[in-house]
């Protein structure tokens, strides 16, 4: 049964490859049947990986469903990636690797070095847990950065400029002896540099993070970064600290107060989130609702849809709060500046009451944000403007 399970994932996946054209909902649909499967099929023989392991436990999860993290006798870990598949034993320093270990197995021994990072919502992470030293490339320039610890570490030229993910520079990678790529699913747009990683034995890991259905289990993967650097205890503080902020979020009683969040693209159309999306989670874990109560298509699973500007309008006049997305064109500094991008929303409520607020540039890199951005709305829908990490009035 377990081989056959693990053919038919790789079947999956290398459908996939051949069609790396696809949309991206399509690779996700493909891609949640093998979730499905990995969630509801775990028994005891997942745990067998070889004659000379012996499970001892496994990490509990709270809201990711995306990984597992299993620890065997001797310092060995096991990360397993359900969307995918794919597995990752991490040997000891002075381990050895075990000559029964299931051959689709991915062998990593400590310390993890030389990381090739593409996944630029893992970077917080890293930084966090103190392990930017794990990280020698990097999928985004200097000046693409909002975390200055990666900066900082590339100005000094302790992480390397590698490409981004669809044209990464191979020979600096094999030169430099590449242990690792951490990609995220754009990667699904370029199958042929999966394969050319792996023709040149640097091992592939994706990061799901972002297919979380609950903001939080977007945090945890902390802990599967964690048990990757042997840094679990790290991992545990930060993530019971931003559970903590949620808990004292959420004892507040709920309002009726309505946000909207959105982006003016260069077309003049507007971006929102699909209610599915993590976005509108928080606005709903902050006290507030949003505007949009049944937008788009869950199964597919994408964040955003782009909409006409009158068809905004009438979903989103009313609304008491709007929140502009600054993530891809760096924001507005005022209303006024929205304004000249449309100018029908000076017809808006939340316009005519002052309730226009904006994100901060850095607040999507900051993956470990998520906690302090549900504050910074409630504290929006509270009325308390004081001491906001991601969020700012425009005037």
Not at 132 to 149: N, P, R, T, V, Y
Request: hydrophobic share 40%.
């Amino acid at each position: 049964m377990r081989e056959r399970k693990k053919a038919f994932i790789l079947l999956l996946i290398g459908l996939l490859w051949l069609h790396g054209c696809c949309s991206p909902s399509l690779n996700f649909e493909v891609m949640t049947d093998i979730q499905k499967e990995s969630e509801s099929d775990w028994n005891l023989s997942d745990f067998d990986i070889g004659e000379e392991l012996v499970y001892e436990r496994s990490i509990e999860l709270q809201y990711a469903k995306n990984f597992k993290v299993d620890y065997y006798k001797g310092g060995y870990t096991l990360l397993t990636i359900a969307m995918d598949g794919t597995q990752f034993l991490i040997v000891p320093e002075n381990g050895e690797v075990p000559q029964t270990l299931d051959k689709e197995i991915v062998v990593l021994k400590r310390p993890i070095k030389d990381i090739y990072l593409v996944a630029s919502s893992a970077m917080d992470i890293f930084s966090e847990l103190d392990g930017l030293d794990s990280i020698s490339f990097s999928g985004q320039k200097e000046d693409g950065w909002f975390i200055e610890a990666a900066r900082e570490a590339m100005h000094k030229g302790n992480i390397l400029y590698a490409g981004k993910y669809s044209k990464p520079d191979y020979e600096l990678l094999v030169s430099n002896h590449c242990a690792l790529a951490i990609e995220n699913m754009m990667i699904s747009h370029s199958p042929e540099v999966v394969e050319n990683l792996q023709n040149f034995d640097i091992p592939v890991m994706i990061d799901y993070s972002s297919y979380e259905s609950h903001p939080l289990g977007r945090v945890e993967w902390v802990k599967f970064y964690g048990a990757l650097l042997g840094k679990e205890a790290e991992a545990e503080r930060i993530f019971t600290d931003q559970t903590a902020i949620l808990e004292r979020v959420s004892a507040s009683e709920r309002t009726d107060k309505t946000v909207a969040f959105f982006f003016i693209t260069s077309n003049g159309l507007v971006q929102v989130r699909q209610s599915s999306d993590y976005v509108p989670k928080m606005i709903e874990l902050a006290g507030g609702s949003y505007i949009f109560q049944n937008l788009g298509d869950p199964e597919t699973k994408r964040s955003t849809m782009n909409m006409q500007v009158e068809e905004f309008y009438a979903g989103a006049k009313d609304a008491d709060f709007l929140i502009y997305n600054s993530s891809i064109d760096g924001g507005v500094s005022s209303v006024e500046e929205l304004l000249d991008r449309c100018e029908l929303l000076a017809d808006f409520k939340a316009v005519k009451n002052g309730n226009v607020w904006c994100t901060t540039n850095d607040m999507y890199q900051q993956s470990l944000s998520i906690g302090y951005f549900i504050e910074d709305i409630h504290m929006m829908i509270q009325g308390e403007n004081d001491d906001m990490h991601y969020l700012y009035r425009l005037d």
